[in-house]
């Protein structure tokens, strides 16, 4: 039998929802932007990272945990960068706990901002459940208009490591992908893939479940109906120019994003989409 969490709090002055499973698995949630800001499986050890220095203010992204990036990707497209949906304020629809769960599902809807934005009705909804070592995040879109339209979307997820440098993502071999640095295609070789340089690469048709070793420790990150695969780490001369990173923030950090972006997804009126990514703490 599940019940009402009656957990809404303040998180950095932004009302928040925070989740607290019967383990003891936790994840706070904004209603701002459907921003995960925090998660942490059943041995309490934070595994997304979240800048020191993210601005915590409307019309403005949070830097850190799990962005969702809608109905754009990057430039992709007319928006401002990765869309609007992560300087928006969502309704909490949901928030329960069952016997070894966790979970809270939050909604955007067009509005007359959007409207000026993107001229199409929607329904937009994130949910995320928790339990355990794990953490499912699921998108759900829904064409509400008269009119078809396409998108690209992603969840721009910043894990939290120890050292970057220490890092290996395996499972990436063999995959097509554009380098956005340098514009050019090409099919990765390593198993892993190591960083030590800036890289912004989108992996496309990632079928298989990827692996993020560190010393000591490892991080399972699946997807489904999710088909690309973003890496992103700004590295040193990046992250100095970014003003809500510290200088030295790129070294305890790596995005591992699942995202639709090669082809966008096209929706008729009436038509459904989802995506979700699930991460599986091996500590």
């Known amino acids: 039998m599940t019940k009402t969490l009656p957990l809404r709090i ?19 949630m904004l209603e701002y932007g ?3 800001v925090s998660w942490k499986p059943a041995n309490g050890v934070e595994r997304l990272y979240m800048s020191p220095q993210a601005i915590f203010k409307d019309g403005v992204p949070v830097r850190g945990g799990m962005p969702v990036i809608f109905p754009q990707f990057g430039q ?9 949906a992560r300087r928006m304020n969502w309704q909490l629809v949901d928030a329960r ?3 070894d769960y966790a979970i809270a599902n939050l909604r955007l809807t067009e509005s007359a901002a959007t409207l000026k934005l993107w001229p199409h009705e929607f329904s937009l909804e994130v949910t995320v459940n928790i339990t355990g070592a794990r953490l499912d995040v699921e998108l759900e879109v829904s064409n509400t208009g008269n009119e078809p339209f396409e998108f690209t979307a992603a969840l721009h997820t910043y894990l939290a490591v120890r050292e970057v440098e220490e890092c290996g993502i395996e499972g990436l071999r063999g995959q097509s992908c554009l380098d956005t ?9 390593k198993n892993p893939l190591t960083i030590d340089q800036e890289v912004d690469r989108i992996y496309y048709d990632t079928q298989k479940p990827l692996m993020l070793n560190e010393p000591h420790r490892g991080l399972v990150i699946q997807s489904e109906n999710m088909p690309d695969t973003v890496v992103w780490n ?15 923030g790129f070294r ?5 994003e699942a995202a639709a972006i090669h082809q966008p997804v096209k929706l008729l009126p009436g038509g459904e989409w989802w995506g979700r990514q699930t991460l599986m703490g091996l500590d």
């Not at 640095?181 to 070789?189: D, G, P, V, Y």
């Not at 700004?234 to 030295?248: F, H, I, Y």
């Not at 305890?252 to 591992?256: D, K, P």
């Open 10 to 28: 303040d998180h950095q002055g932004m009302p928040a929802i925070h989740l607290r499973s019967p383990d003891g698995a936790e994840a706070i």
């Open 34 to 36: 459907g921003h995960v």
């Open 76 to 84: 992709r497209g007319p928006l401002q960068g990765h869309g609007f």
């Open 97 to 99: 706990i069952g016997e």
């Open 181 to 189: 640095l340098t514009n050019k295609e090409f099919r990765e070789a």
């Open 234 to 248: 700004p590295w040193e001369q990046r992250c100095a120019e970014l003003v809500d990173m510290p200088k030295d």
């Open 252 to 256: 305890r950090m790596i995005c591992i």
